[in-house]
């Protein structure tokens, strides 16, 4: 098996294994330039790990469609990590290619923070995202730069799980212009 061009076997395959089941923080920079290849790889690393707390997929332009999204965030097993933090911001993704994230944030009952910034999330996708907000405690939550209304504004704010937020950060959204709510 290949892992990031790394050829698992019997002499550093366990090495490769130690590392991803004992990694806390994996960020995969925007210069990866990610294709749907890589997105199987990382999606296989995912499934493996044991203590991620944060991941960070930032900054991939346009680069992350709904195909891609499946293979990173889909696994064949069930995710056996801690995760706390998910930063997604600035990927160009829409509502569509959000519902197939939806089902990897519901595999934690908590996040601490959650970051869609930049993206092109508009009210169904926040009417999603509330929907997830009623099975899934996040405590700060970042939707900068989408293309939210009040509307979807008020979606999320009428989850069942909205009290658990202590930040929401929402500027540069369709009609809501600067604002940001703190606990």
């Known amino acids: 098996m290949k892992l990031f061009g790394i050829t698992c076997n019997d002499e550093n395959g366990s090495k ?22 890589k997105c199987r790889e990382i999606g296989l690393v995912l499934s493996r790990c044991k203590m991620l707390q944060e991941l960070c997929l930032n900054g991939n332009r346009g680069c992350l469609g709904e195909e891609m999204l499946v293979a990173l965030f889909l696994a064949e097993g069930p995710y056996n990590f801690p995760l706390k933090s998910l930063d997604l911001g600035n990927n160009q993704f829409g509502t569509r290619e959000l519902t197939t994230i939806l089902p990897f944030l519901k595999s934690w009952e908590e996040l601490d923070y959650l970051s869609l910034d930049g993206n092109c999330i508009d009210n169904e996708g926040a009417q999603l995202l509330a929907e997830t907000l009623d ?12 293309q939210i209304s009040k509307e979807g504004l008020s979606c999320i704010l009428s989850s069942q799980n ?13 009609d809501i212009g600067s604002a940001e709510i703190d606990e």
Do not use: Q, W
Not at 26 to 35: E, S
Not at 135 to 146: D, F, G, P, Q
């Open 16 to 37: 490769i294994d130690d590392i991803i089941n004992s990694a806390t923080k994996i960020k995969f920079p925007h210069a990866l330039h990610l294709n749907l290849d």
């Open 135 to 146: 099975t899934v405690k996040i405590r700060r939550l970042s939707l900068n730069r989408n």
């Open 162 to 174: 909205a009290r658990y937020l202590t930040s929401l950060m929402i500027s540069d959204n369709e």
